[in-house]
């Protein structure tokens, strides 16, 4: 049985840098698409950042230059490295694997999730 679990997140004041990372168990082969969201109080679900079995990555706008995206293959690790940290980016964070779209992995929903870690952003 796949399963996603998140660790490191925490409590930081704006401006710092928090790594929040998901190890990956139950998998039989390598996922090739990885992604990590979040999910603010109130607000809708939003993409941060995918990579996919290339190691090419994407990331939305507000996070571009900010937060670093990376896999651990041999490890089964995923890993958010998130500098410059913001009060908006409060928000449970999740990572995410396995695109509906096979080797699209932005334009469609992914099947495995974590179950998230708390960010805290302080000003």
């Known amino acids: 049985q796949v399963q996603l679990m998140e660790s490191g997140g925490g409590s930081v004041q704006a401006g710092g840098s928090l790594t929040v990372s998901c190890t990956l168990s139950?998998?039989?082969?390598?996922?090739?698409?990885l992604a990590w969201f979040r999910q603010a109080p109130g607000k809708e679900r939003e993409k941060l950042a995918t990579?996919?079995?290339?190691?090419?990555?994407t990331y939305t706008g507000s996070v571009r230059g900010r937060f670093t995206i990376s896999r651990d293959d041999t490890n089964n690790t995923l890993h958010l490295q998130m500098n410059g940290l913001k009060p908006e980016d409060t928000a449970i964070y999740y990572c995410?694997?396995?695109?509906?779209?096979?080797?699209?992995?932005?334009?469609?929903?992914?099947?495995?999730w974590g179950q998230g870690t708390q960010v805290t952003v302080s000003s």
């Open positions: 139950g998998y039989t082969y390598r996922p090739y698409c």
């Open positions: 990579i996919d079995g290339d190691d090419e990555t």
């Open positions: 995410a694997a396995d695109s509906r779209g096979s080797w699209d992995c932005e334009n469609y929903e992914y099947i495995n």
